[in-house]
């Protein structure tokens, strides 16, 4: 049992700020997480159709937390549940939420207060290792210390605890995809 983890485009922040957009698929879960500020939907949709998906296929929503370059473009997948730190979101259904994507038994969510209040981190489990896609850093540059935390000190809590379970690969919100070993050089 594993997951398919694909970055439909990668985030960045300077005088412009674009969300890292991930997809990841089990079975018949395909999940985007981050669906937020991007140059052109194109940026979403263009990988999306270029791996033969449509975006009314995508059946779950993950929010790594509230602010609006990770959530802009939420409304584009029009047969999805949203998931995030409270609750799962479908219509008009309000329900609690779960750790786990149901059909996707290799995903899972994990709390990772810092930034803010309300983050989660998504981990998946594939072929190769743990990818943890998450908020906890911008990119592999940190910052160390994040000028918008809520709290550093829980958000070094939290990437504490998301190190502690050796990940592959981390996804951040605004970079490319980095090895943990490349936070210490
Ligand atoms: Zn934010
Ligand atoms: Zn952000």
Same mark, same amino acid.
């Given at each position: 049992?594993?997951?398919v983890v694909d970055v439909l485009t990668n985030g960045y922040v300077h005088e412009r700020v674009a969300s890292s957009v991930i997809l990841v698929r089990e079975n018949d879960a395909i999940i985007i997480?981050?669906?937020g500020m991007v140059v052109s939907r194109e940026e979403i949709l263009?990988? *999306?159709?270029a791996l033969g998906l449509h975006e009314d296929d995508v059946t779950d929503v993950i929010f790594s937390h509230h602010h609006p370059d990770h959530t802009l473009n939420a409304a584009l997948f *029009?047969?999805?549940r949203y998931h995030d730190v409270w609750a799962i979101y479908f219509n008009d259904h309000w329900d609690d939420r779960t750790d786990v994507i149901e059909g996707a038994p290799s995903v899972s969510l994990l709390d990772t207060p810092g930034h803010t209040k309300e983050d989660i981190s998504t981990l998946i489990m594939t072929d190769e290792g743990l990818v943890v896609c998450t908020h906890l850093?911008?990119?592999v540059q940190g910052p160390e210390v994040d000028p918008r935390a809520f709290d550093?000190?829980?958000?070094e809590s939290s990437r504490a605890a998301v190190l502690a379970l050796k990940p592959l690969t981390i996804i951040p919100?605004?970079?490319p995809a980095f090895s943990p070993a490349e936070l210490t050089r």
């Open positions: 049992m594993s997951a997480i981050d669906p263009g990988p *999306l159709h *029009l047969n999805a850093w911008w990119s550093q000190g829980l958000l919100g605004h970079g």
